[in-house]
Structures are given as structure tokens and as C-alpha cells.
């Protein structure tokens, strides 16, 4: 079977891999709940369920069961002109647990593109309204994609440094942690003038820049200055909804809610790619008009996809049901207690947690970044145990499948402590 993994290398280009260091790819043969089965016999406890989409385990037979039988009624079908019943039925039951103010659902097909969706909205609002915006507002470090417009917000890094030239100009706002709050929002009042379409957030977590926390009370006075200048406020809840935070969107913990949405990774409980785009009735009446030239001209092959439908209305029900509401604060409360537990260790810093979320710093040394040697023996140390967790650089975190066991997270726990004291 590692003649799969040769195969793999000789025609496959892996995302975010430097192919000429990378050792040959895992090949994985099947999952079931959090675990993944190597083709070697091994296995692995997926704690960063498979890059932040799984919610209810692999290869859920409820999800399977409802997917397979929409295969077998209608697969596809053109979105313009012509509506199915899970794209229908997805978009009633979001907007039943969305912010109250969400109103309409743009469907795409991965979080990048959602992102994509809302910026293009933003953008449009103001032009079709006759009075168009140049400037966006983002947060320092945030990640909102890898199209280019979702590069674009995003913060600039080694990432983004060979596109530089390409993206279009944002104002960033320093990251509101705690001790900075005051200063990031003096910096707001000056940043979020009239000449501002949109200010782009990931709410109270970001993911990929580092599981970075911050707090419901400093974002809704951000948003608030925003207000005064009519700034659309973009929530991507790519990472954070679904639960991640311990509600079923973190804007549940706003007083302030967003105007536009980005949903995707947990929408179909990481089934099937499926991105959607959430906005205001004020938003979507912007683009009525006799006028065609107000159109969104935006859409994909595959927008509003049966499948990926079906299989986000399979989670859903399993989310909302009683059993997965539990487990959702049991494994948030395993891991407060594991937070207060690492406070006891030297080579820990910044613990911080929210819901499932958990995050923590190695610390290590002079050199933190994303390319710090410390990730590699994290992720090793902790892979030749059977526990797939990816840091983020020198950021250890965890962000586990709502199915995951008391006895599996114990494990886990236990081989991170071990991993602490050879540090
Ligand atoms: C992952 C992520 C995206 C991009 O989603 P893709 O489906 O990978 O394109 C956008 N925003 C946030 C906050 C994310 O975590």
C-alpha cells in the first residue's frame, strides 16, 4: 500500500506542502467517527476533524444514508432558473437559526467562495445605491481564503507575499486582545469612515492566524463605531460556526449582529464541499430593480449542489439534536478543565478556550513563527502516538469532532502532557 503513496507523489500536488521536503503522503482507507484508519493498520484520532469541516465523525451513516438517496433522485441540477427541495429546506432551516436579521441565502461551494459572495455584495450595495465605497476594514492576521479576494482581506504574510502586487488594498486594524482593546478602537475611529463598503471579521476566534481569541463585548463596540458610519459588517463564520464556540454561531454571543454571513467547513458536517453567503433584506433589496446592470453576476457550476445540500440537512439534524448539544459542552467543558490544567506547565503560554476550541503556545525560544521547528516535532510526536493535530507554528490546538469520547479526549490530554515535559 505505500505504492499508493508513491503513485500519489508521482502525478499529485498537495495544497500547502513544499513537495520537495514533504515525506510522502498517509494513505487512509476509511474513517468512522473520530478515527481514521491507515492503509498500514494504523490509526489516528482526527483532533483537527480533517482540517475544521468534520462535526459528527467520519463516515456518518445517518449523512451517508440521506446523501445516498439524493444521489439516487437528483444529483445536480442548473441553479439559475430552476430550484430543487434541499436547497429550499437548507436555506428555511438556516435562516431559522441564524442572527434574526440574516434574510436571504447565496449558495456557492467553499468557504473561500462565501467569502468571495460577500465581498462582491458589499461592494455592489454601494455601487447599485449610486453612492459607491473604496476602502475595506479587516483585522491584522485574519484568514478569510485563498482566492483573491479572499487573500485580499486577509492578512498579508509569507502566504500571501508573491500575490502582493495583485490584492487589492485593505486597512487593517491591529488584533483586539485584551490589553490592546482601547487603542485598536481609537485606531476603528479613525478607519471606518463613510468611504468604508465593509468591515470583515472572523467573530471572537481566528483560525488559521493562530486560534486567536478576543472577546463578544470588544467586537460589539467595534461593529458599533462602524455603524455610525453605515459600514457593512461581514461575519466569516467559516471556522467558527456550527458550534465550534459552544453556540451555534459565534455572532449568538453579539449584541451587535453582522449584516453579511459566510458559512461553509462544519455546514455539512464536513461531507461535502457547500459554501453559503447570508445577507440582510436591506442588502438583497439594493439589487432589486427593472434595472439589469444591478444584478449580482456571480455564480458557479456546482451552486447549491443537491448533494451537499442534502448532506448539510443531515447535519443539521444531527447538530440539533439533544445528543450532539450535550457533547458540545461536554467536550467544551473538558477542556477548560484541561486549559486550567496546562497553566501548571513552563513551556505552556497563552491558553486560551472557547467552546471546543482549544488553543495554547509552545513557547519556543527566540523564533516563533509558522515555520518554527517546534511544529514539526509537535506534530510528529504526537502523529507516531496516533493523535492527527496540526499546529499552527509554535500554536497547539484542538478542534475535535462533537462525537469524540471522554476516554479518546483523556488520551489526548495525557500524550500532549507528554509532549510538554520532553519539550
Ligand atoms: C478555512 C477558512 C476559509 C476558507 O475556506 P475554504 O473552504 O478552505 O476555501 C475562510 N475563512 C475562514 C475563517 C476559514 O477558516
Redo the contacts with the bound molecule.
Keep these: 500500500m505505500s505504492d499508493l503513496a508513491e503513485r500519489d507523489r508521482a502525478v499529485i500536488w498537495h495544497p500547502f506542502t513544499q513537495m520537495q521536503l514533504a515525506p510522502l503522503p498517509t494513505p487512509i482507507v476509511r474513517g468512522e467517527g473520530s478515527i481514521l484508519y491507515g492503509a498500514d493498520g494504523r490509526t489516528y484520532l482526527d483532533m483537527i476533524s480533517s ?3 468534520n462535526l459528527h465523525g467520519h463516515a456518518h451513516p445517518y449523512i451517508a444514508e440521506r446523501v445516498s438517496e439524493q444521489l439516487r433522485t437528483l444529483e445536480h441540477v442548473i441553479f439559475a432558473d430552476f430550484t430543487h427541495q434541499p436547497a429550499v429546506e437548507l436555506a428555511e432551516r438556516l435562516l431559522e437559526i441564524l442572527p434574526v436579521n440574516q434574510a436571504k441565502v447565496f449558495y456557492s461551494d ?6 468571495e459572495v460577500a465581498l462582491k455584495m458589499a461592494f455592489q450595495y454601494w455601487h447599485n445605491l449610486g453612492k459607491p465605497r473604496q476602502n475595506v476594514v479587516a483585522l491584522e492576521n ?6 483573491f479576494g ?1 487573500m485580499a482581506v486577509g492578512g498579508r504574510s509569507a502566504f500571501t507575499a508573491p500575490f502582493v502586487p495583485f490584492l487589492f488594498d485593505v486597512d487593517y486594524l491591529p488584533f483586539p486582545s485584551a490589553h490592546q482593546e482601547s487603542d485598536v478602537l481609537a485606531q476603528a475611529e479613525k478607519l471606518l469612515t463613510d468611504n468604508v463598503a465593509a468591515l470583515i471579521i ?1 467573530p471572537l476566534v ?3 492566524g493562530g486560534m486567536n481569541m478576543y472577546s463578544p463585548d470588544t467586537l460589539d463596540k467595534l461593529i458599533q463605531i462602524a455603524r455610525r458610519h453605515n459600514v457593512l459588517i461581514i461575519a ?5 460556526g456550527f458550534g465550534r464556540t459552544g453556540r451555534l454561531f459565534a455572532s449568538d454571543y453579539l449584541r451587535e449582529k453582522p449584516d453579511l454571513m ?1 458559512l ?2 462544519g455546514l455539512t458536517g464536513g461531507t461535502m ?1 457547500l ?1 453559503v453567503t447570508t445577507c440582510t433584506q436591506a442588502i438583497y433589496d439594493a439589487f432589486l430593480s427593472d434595472n439589469k446592470f444591478k444584478t449580482l453576476f456571480h455564480g458557479h457550476s456546482f451552486t447549491a449542489n443537491p448533494l451537499a445540500c442534502a448532506a448539510a440537512l443531515a447535519s443539521m439534524d444531527l447538530l440539533l439534536s439533544n445528543d450532539t448539544q450535550h457533547s458540545i459542552q461536554r467536550i467544551a467543558q473538558r477542556n477548560a478543565d484541561f486549559a486550567q490544567r496546562l497553566t501548571t506547565y513552563p513551556t505552556v503560554e497563552n491558553i486560551r478556550q472557547r467552546g471546543s476550541l482549544l488553543a495554547f503556545d509552545l513557547k519556543a525560544g527566540e523564533q516563533t513563527s509558522y515555520f518554527n521547528s517546534i511544529r514539526d516535532v509537535a506534530y510528529t510526536f504526537l502523529l507516531e502516538r496516533g493523535i492527527l493535530m496540526r499546529p499552527l507554528g509554535n500554536v497547539l490546538y484542538l478542534i475535535p469532532p462533537y462525537c469524540t469520547s471522554d476516554e479518546q479526549l483523556d488520551y489526548v490530554y495525557q500524550q500532549i502532557e507528554q509532549l510538554l515535559v520532553t519539550l
Excluded at 142 to 147: K, Q, V
Design positions: 482540517w475544521w469541516v467553499n468557504g473561500s467562495t462565501a467569502v485574519a484568514y478569510h481564503g485563498d482566492t479572499a472572523e481566528q483560525g488559521a466569516d463564520e467559516v471556522m467558527t459566510c461553509s467547513k464541499a459554501g
